[in-house]
C-alpha cells in the first residue's frame, strides 16, 4: 500500500489528472485538497524515530522513542517558547520512556507501547496534555 507520503503523492497525482482544464473535468475541492496534502506533508516531515536517550530539535513534531534497548530519557528544552511535540513509546518492552525538563528530574513516563505524551515549551517549564 506504500507510505502515507507515497499515498498522499498518489491522491496529488490523481487530482492532477481530474483537475486538468484539458479533460473537461473540474474539481471544486481544489483548495482543500490543496490544504490536506500540504497538513499531511506537515506531519510527516517532523516525525523522529530513535533508540537512544534524545534531546528534540526544533524541527521534531512527533518523536517514537525505541526503548527495547534500556530505558530512554527524552529530554525537552524550557528555555523558550515553543510548539507542541508529541513523544510515543514505539516498542512492546517494558523499558520506560521519562521525559524531562533540560536533563532533569523525570516529569513524565510511558510505559507501554503506544503511550504518547504531548509537551509544549512555554519559556519557564513544560505543559503537558
Known amino acids: 500500500m506504500g507510505t502515507i507520503s507515497d499515498q498522499a503523492a498518489a491522491v496529488f497525482r490523481n487530482y492532477n ?8 473535468v473540474y474539481n471544486p475541492d481544489k483548495d482543500l485538497i490543496i490544504a490536506l496534502l500540504a497538513l499531511i ?10 533508540s537512544g536517550n534524545y534531546a528534540l530539535t526544533d524541527s521534531d513534531r512527533l518523536v517514537r522513542v525505541d526503548a527495547s534497548g534500556g530505558a530512554r530519557t527524552v529530554t525537552v528544552a524550557v528555555s ?4 507542541q511535540r508529541t513523544i510515543v513509546k514505539a516498542d512492546n ?3 520506560e520512556v521519562i521525559i524531562t525538563a533540560d536533563g532533569a528530574t523525570p516529569l513524565r513516563t510511558l510505559t507501554v507501547q ?11 517549564s513544560l505543559d503537558f496534555s
Open 17 to 24: 489528472t481530474l483537475n486538468n482544464p484539458s479533460s473537461g
Open 114 to 124: 503506544g503511550a504518547s505524551q504531548n509537551v509544549t515549551p512555554n519559556g519557564s
Open 93 to 95: 518492552s517494558t523499558n
Open 41 to 50: 506533508d506537515a506531519m510527516l516531515t517532523g516525525q523522529t524515530n530513535v
Open 80 to 83: 523558550r517558547q515553543s510548539f
